[in-house]
Structure formats: C-alpha cells, structure tokens
C-alpha cells in the first residue's frame, strides 16, 4: 500500500479576483503536493471557492446577476489563474455544490444528535466583509473593525450554538501531545494563548438570510458560513458520499493556510471535529503573507496587484521560483519587481541557465551530443549526493527555501567543476579522451538531479531543460528513491534547444 497524502488550502471568496497573495498560496501548496508525489506518496490536492459569503450575495446583487451565476463565473476566473500558474489540484470544491451541501448536512445532524448544539440567544458587533463578530474589546479605539476599518453592524438574533467551550480543554492537551499540530511555533503559541483565555460557544447559523447551506432541522436558518466553508475539507475527500476515497485520505495531513485564519483552523475546525467524532488532520500550516512594499497583499484592503498582467510580464513560473525561494514558509515575505529581476538573472539565467548551455555546448562540440560513460567519482558527484540526500529531508520537514538553496548548491559546483577541468583544453589532449568522457557525463547528470530536484518549483522550465538534456520520460513519473541510482546511461544523447532563462532586462 502507497502512502497517502492529502493537503488543501483555503478556499476563497469569490467577491474579488485572485492576487499575488492568494496565489503565494496555491502555487506553494502545489509545489508541497508535487514534492510529495515525487517521494512516493499517493496524494490528493484540494483546492476551492468559498460561495456562502453575504458578501457574495451581495456582489451578485450589485451586478444585477443571480448568485450561483455569478459563483460560477467567478470558478472560471479563479480556475484559469490556477491554471496559468501551473497550479495543478486534483479537486475543486465549491460551497454551493451539492455534494458539499450533503456533506454539511449530515456533519451538522451528527453534532446535534451528540448534543453538541442548542439553541441560545445571541448579539453583538458583526463585521460583514470579516464574517465574524467582534467582542468590544477586539475593535479598534474607534469601535471600529480592526481589519476593515468599518463600523460594524449590531446584530441581535435567535441562533444555533455550537458548544465550543467544552473543547477547551481537550484542544490543549491535542495541541501539547502533537507538536506538529499547529506549525509554525508561533502560531501554536498565539492559538495556545487564546484557549487559555477560555473560549465562549459559536453562534452557527444565521435566520432569515435563504444564502447558504439550511440548517437540517430549522428551515428558517442556513449555516454560518466559516462552518460551512470549514467541512469542505470532508465534502472534498467524499465524507457523505464516498467511503472509499474518505478512508484513504481523512485525516488531512496538511491544511495549508494564511496565518490570518488560523483561529477558524485550529480552534473551531478541530473542535467540530472532535464533536462530530472525526480524527483531527495532522498539521494546520499558517503561511505568511506577501508583502509589497510593506503592504499586505489582501483581498479586502484594495492594494492588491493584478495577478494576470504579473503572469503576462513576468512569467508564471519565474514567479513560482521566487515565491518558492525567497519566501520562508511560514514568515512574511516581500515583492519587488527589482528584486524578482535580481534573483531570476542571478539564480536562473546565470547559474542554472548558463550550466546547463555551456554543458550541452561542450557535449555537442566535442562529442557529437553524445554522452559516454563516467570512471570519475569526485566533488560534483559527491556534492550531487549530499545535495539530494539533505533537499529530501528539508523539504520533509516544509523548509522549501533551505531545499532549494540545498540543489543549487549543485549548480553551484557544476559551474566551478567547469572552470577547474577547462574541458576545453581536456579536448586537445588524446591521453585526456577518458577524462574528458567522465567530466562532461558527471556534467549532464549532476544536471539531470538538479532539474528533478526544480521540478516542483518550475513544472513547466524543468521540462524543458529536461528534453533539451535528452530525456523522453515525464518529470511527475520519477521517485526521488531511484534518483541517485537512475544514472545517464552510456550512449545517451543530447538535444539542442533554445536557453530556457534568457536573461531579463
Ligand atoms: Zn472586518
């Protein structure tokens, strides 16, 4: 049996189009999910859209267009910006599907026969665009939302209750036997501080709105819509309707989202959890955000830059590459076209680009694009099997930046190992035939590692140097078990190709 290994990110609003922010998101989660498949594991990929929001309903009515309308041509734009960043899920779950709506149904009718739902009476301060309420002493010294900067409104309504304080206490003692429940450390120590705070019961559903899932024993009151949109992780892997797939992916190993949420993720989800009987997941991740010039890249805040012309100028997976690689997982990191040009010239262009042309040139020139066999083990193929041995256990453990400085430590010494065994002037020798077979092999195949190693990051720069190297077979088929060991065979050749990192201007 395979191991498996299921991973999801937040799913989003659809009032606003995806950002840098949210891509940051994606396109990290992917690069998790492709690193995973690539170590073996079989793996489910979960992405989706968050439909239930009033401010959606909203949006729609501003338009002038019917909800479910507007959401499905809001699922257009936001699968056709995954896809353009080579984001590949393997679902995508949106709330006002059926097969999501079932699945809260029967989640909701499961607490509350466990008795974990009562009726109680409820009012306070409740911002709309935060889709929570706020107790005085969270707003701001203007009584505002300190998100939003909005007066939020009063609400004052009968409601359904989740009884959330009971699980104060077994959320603690969860969080303290799991210490990688909640990664990274800080946001386990910030969740820690609020259960010790003591939690109040959660307001779950909301009368008179008809814009979400109804609540199964009162017709007159849908869900509050993080408790809806929190069970798509269920309702993704078939928790109400498909047994199989539910046994082989529940629990969730990672659920990957932004640090701003993590309350919703690590306190209500596994508390909802333990209600319903259900195993919690095995690591909540809070990510940071992209910051750009300082600023959050956010949907609510309107400084959000447009993703789409980003793509256009700059390239989908020139992006992924800088996000992937100066952004530590789990910290803030920031953006800057300077600096994305910096890192693109410096690290693709010059040292991967550049290793790769001068490699292929010398195998063309002096072998006729064939590569024999190598009798030289040395510090290339030496720092080759370091550099794998220790990009694995990183990336294990989610350090994606330290992975990837870990692989062009390969590029690195490739780039040196030509300027030391000048294998220009190994060709004018004869007595140098053997060596210079063994330098421009261990060339190519410290080059084949390397781009298997990139692969997740750039799926689609990789491939390409992959068959200018000379391979036929796809990146997503190979194991990082058998990388060290499936050596460029003697007699293999080589193709010719365009630079894949032409340098930018
Ligand atoms: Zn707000």
Redesign the pocket.
């Known amino acids: 049996m395979k191991k498996t290994f299921y991973i999801t990110t937040a799913i989003d609003y659809v009032n606003g189009v995806p950002h840098l922010g949210t891509a940051y998101e994606k396109i990290t989660a992917d690069i998790i999910n492709r690193f995973k498949k690539l170590a073996g594991y079989d793996t489910h990929f979960l992405m989706g859209n968050d439909e239930h929001s009033q401010n959606v309903f909203k949006k729609a009515q501003e338009l002038n267009m019917d909800p479910v309308k507007y959401c499905d041509m809001m699922e257009e734009k936001f699968t056709s910006a995954w896809g353009r960043l080579n984001v590949k899920f393997d679902d995508f779950i949106r709330t006002t599907a059926p097969r999501h709506k079932k699945t809260v149904s029967a989640f909701l009718q499961k607490i509350y026969d466990n008795g974990d739902i009562f009726k109680g009476y409820y009012e306070g301060f409740y911002?709309v665009?935060?889709e929570r309420f706020y107790t005085e002493k969270e707003l701001d010294e203007n009584k505002n939302?300190p998100?939003?900067n909005?007066k939020p409104e009063w609400i004052k309504e009968e409601n359904w209750f989740f009884r959330l304080s009971k699980y104060r206490d077994p959320l603690l003692e969860h969080i303290e036997k799991n210490p990688r429940f909640i990664r990274p450390e800080i946001r386990k120590n910030e969740i820690v501080n609020v259960l010790k705070e003591g939690l109040d019961d959660l307001s779950i559903s909301r009368a008179g709105s008809t814009w979400g899932v109804q609540i199964p024993w009162d017709e007159n009151s849908v869900t509050y819509v993080w408790f809806d949109a929190l069970i798509n992780y269920l309702s993704g892997i078939g928790y109400a309707n498909d047994t199989e797939m539910y046994e082989k992916f529940w629990p969730a190993n990672i659920h990957y989202i932004g640090k701003d949420i993590t309350r919703f993720h690590c306190i209500y989800w596994p508390a909802m959890l333990m209600a319903a009987g259900v195993d919690l997941p095995e690591t909540i991740f809070g990510h940071g955000f992209i910051m750009q010039s300082g600023a959050k890249l956010s949907k609510s805040s309107g400084n959000a830059m447009d993703l789409s012309t980003m793509i256009d100028e700059l390239g989908a997976e020139p992006l992924r590459f800088y996000l992937a690689s100066e952004v530590t997982l789990g910290q803030d990191g920031d953006f800057s076209v300077e600096r994305f040009k910096e890192v693109y010239n410096s690290q693709l262009a010059n040292d991967y680009g550049n290793l790769l042309n001068r490699t292929l040139t010398m195998v063309d020139k002096y072998h006729g694009r064939v590569v024999y066999k190598s009798s030289l083990e040395d510090e290339l193929t030496k720092t080759v099997t370091e550099a794998v041995k220790k990009y694995y256990e990183l990336f294990e453990d989610l350090r994606m930046k330290e992975a990837i400085q870990e692989a062009f430590r390969i590029i690195t010494e490739g780039n040196l190992y030509i300027d030391n065994n000048k294998p220009w002037e190994l060709a004018k020798d004869e007595s140098s035939k053997e060596k210079l077979e063994s330098v421009l092999h261990n060339l190519v195949d410290a080059l084949r590692v390397f781009t298997i190693l990139l692969y997740p990051v750039m799926p689609e720069k990789t491939s390409e140097a992959w068959r200018q190297l000379g391979f036929h077979n796809e990146l997503d088929t190979i194991l990082y078990e058998k990388i060290l060991e499936d050596k460029t065979p003697e007699g293999h050749t080589t193709e010719k190709g365009s630079p894949v990192f032409p340098r930018m201007e």
């Open positions: 911002c665009s935060c939302c998100v939003h909005t």
